[in-house]
């Protein structure tokens, strides 16, 4: 399969091919086609497998067709944070480099008035945050009256970051005549009810379960007691300084205090949260980005548009309270082939969320105890009445299913670059 199999435009080729893109991945290979012939579109796709290809190509060569000179937005991508909202704009202008058309983001975080200034000279493709965008409709100052697509990017992130009543506000804004493109990580109840309220017999398309992880990461699980997990943190980290690492936190205040704890022991650390404002959190992510530092210190929330190429390591300070996104913040390495490492720091007032990843990724993470750290109050590791199968390990040539990439190696990467703008690979990955 290759893209010039998927019935897109010699603009959109050239900029792939320009790119050294060769061959898409699953979820390009089935949303393109039915993009393309205007189907509204439900798909089941998680960060890293190339999604906002799937939904950008076809967006793009639809509106660059229409020679209508429209001032007002003609699509509509929502996304739930102003970080992903910026890597989609990005792409959107990369694939789109031989096209004559518009791109704007509207997110929080930043001044008003620049925004309102390039809604005034005209926006093709709009790439929102639901809340930004509700101030601009409140203001009057972007008429979506025009749209002709709607994306919702992550859509479950949305839902739990309560944007739906601005998600719903939004859409009344909207024509009814419209193809809608709705992408998320999990079909949980909550979104196939969303999906029924606004969209028209949407095909559906799932090409990663729910529940899955990277094939080439392996999961380790430190048991510790929680006065000790810093310590451990440091202990873990001074294994590799050099090594690139995301440390997941569950509070504001307590990224900020690790923050501190790793300076304090000479890493090169930062912290991103949604106190941070907007010029601190882009300048944090792209210094992570190029190396500049080398431990990124991050919330659920904050973290949500992080995309980073080749990331070794995240590590779980806290376990997350909701089982899945312990599988959003796995997302984020052994990506594009390479292997990665994931490891969680869990004492036992842990056990509960512990025991629910489990059960969400249906076997039990590899636990490894640290001489100095072993906890004095163990882990509740199995449920009553439930055998725990432990997880293995794959290695590193381990066959496994259709959404596999070929490893590319760390060599290949582009410091300094995420998202999905284009970089020498076979596939286009996000």
């Not at 989609?88 to 509207?106: E, F, N, P």
């Not at 501190?260 to 210094?287: C, M, P, V, Y």
């Amino acid at each position: 399969m290759s893209f010039d199999t998927l019935g897109l435009s010699p603009a959109l080729l050239r900029a792939l091919s320009e790119a050294g893109y060769a061959t898409p991945t699953p979820i390009q290979t089935d949303a393109i086609p039915l993009a393309l012939s205007g189907h509204d579109l439900l798909a089941g796709a998680q960060t890293g497998t190339g999604k906002t290809a799937a939904f950008g190509l076809p967006l793009l060569q639809t509106l660059a067709a229409d020679a209508t000179v429209q001032r007002r937005p003609r699509a509509l991508i929502l996304t739930p944070t102003r970080e992903l909202a910026a890597q989609v704009a990005a792409s959107l202008r990369d694939y789109g480099k031989h096209l004559s058309l518009r791109i704007a983001t509207v997110f929080g975080g930043v001044g008003m008035q620049p925004q309102v200034d390039a809604l005034r000279r005209g926006v093709d493709i709009l790439v929102a945050t639901p809340g930004r965008l509700i101030d601009h409709l409140d203001r009057g100052s972007v008429d979506l009256s025009q749209v002709r697509i709607l994306v919702l990017d992550e859509a479950d992130r949305m839902l739990d970051m309560g944007f739906l009543p601005a998600i719903n506000r939004i859409l009344k804004r909207l024509p009814t005549q419209r193809q809608t493109l709705l992408f998320s990580a999990t079909f949980a109840p909550e979104i196939k009810a969303l999906a029924q309220q606004f969209m028209r017999n949407p095909r559906e398309v799932q090409v990663t379960p729910s529940n899955s992880t990277a094939p080439r990461v392996r999961h380790l699980l430190h048991p510790v007691d929680s006065e000790q997990k810093r310590d451990l943190l440091l202990h873990v980290l001074a294994a590799d300084s050099r090594r690139q690492t995301l440390v997941f936190c569950r509070t504001k205040h307590g990224s900020d205090k690790v923050q501190r704890i790793l300076e304090r022991a000479g890493l090169r650390a930062a912290a991103i949260h949604g106190n941070k404002s907007q010029n601190a959190r882009t300048r944090a992510l792209a210094d992570f980005k190029s190396g500049k530092i080398t431990v990124l210190v991050a919330t659920d929330i904050a973290a949500r548009g992080i995309d980073i190429d080749q990331l070794p390591a995240v590590i779980n300070l806290d376990l997350p309270n909701v089982p899945e996104d312990y599988v959003h913040r796995i997302g984020r390495t052994g990506r594009a082939g390479a292997e990665g490492l994931a490891i969680s720091l869990v004492s036992s007032e842990e056990s509960e969320q512990l025991r629910a990843i489990e059960r969400l990724l249906d076997s039990a993470i590899e636990k490894v105890e640290v001489e100095g750290f072993i906890p004095t109050r163990p882990l509740k590791m199995t449920p009553p009445g439930r055998q725990a199968q432990p997880g293995k390990p794959r290695p590193a040539g381990a066959a496994n299913n259709r959404h596999r990439r070929p490893h590319r190696g760390a060599q290949n990467a582009r410091p300094g670059q995420g998202g999905d703008a284009p970089r020498p690979a076979r596939r286009i990955a996000r």
